[in-house]
């Protein structure tokens, strides 16, 4: 089992940074990946990019160039930076994690989920 939990969401004007941190816990181990996700009211859950354990990274089309996933394996964290913020951005995000993650952006690789923390970007 590996327990997620975010933070760093709260409401910034357009144009505005974030970072999203999510700690894990429990079992984790050297091979497993971590994404972001996102869902905002009335819209299917989408991903925003995933990591693996080796550096690799992958970006939904609509943040690449805006967002950086990064990870601190010693620490165990995983952070989403977050520039030149759009309306459109405004969702909860979660973080999700994976023993094996054939497709990092494929939500159906991921077993484990944070609560999500909430992003408002506001005009």
């Known amino acids: 089992q590996v327990q997620l939990v975010e933070s760093g969401g709260e409401s910034v004007q357009a144009g505005g940074s974030l970072r999203l941190s999510c700690v894990a816990s429990?079992?984790?181990?050297?091979?497993?990946?971590v994404a972001w996700f996102r869902q905002a009211p009335g819209k299917q859950r989408e991903a925003v990019a995933g990591i693996n354990r080796s550096g690799r990274t992958r970006y939904a089309d609509s943040v690449q160039g805006r967002f950086t996933i990064s990870q601190d394996n010693a620490k165990n964290t995983l952070y989403l930076q977050m520039n030149s913020l759009k309306p459109e951005d405004t969702a909860m995000y979660y973080c999700?994690?994976?023993?094996?993650?054939?497709?990092?952006?494929?939500?159906?690789?991921?077993?484990?989920w944070g609560q999500g923390t909430q992003v408002t970007v506001s005009s």
């Open positions: 999700a994690a994976a023993y094996r993650c054939p497709d990092l952006l494929a939500s159906g690789s991921y077993n484990y």
């Open positions: 429990g079992s984790t181990s050297d091979n497993y990946c």
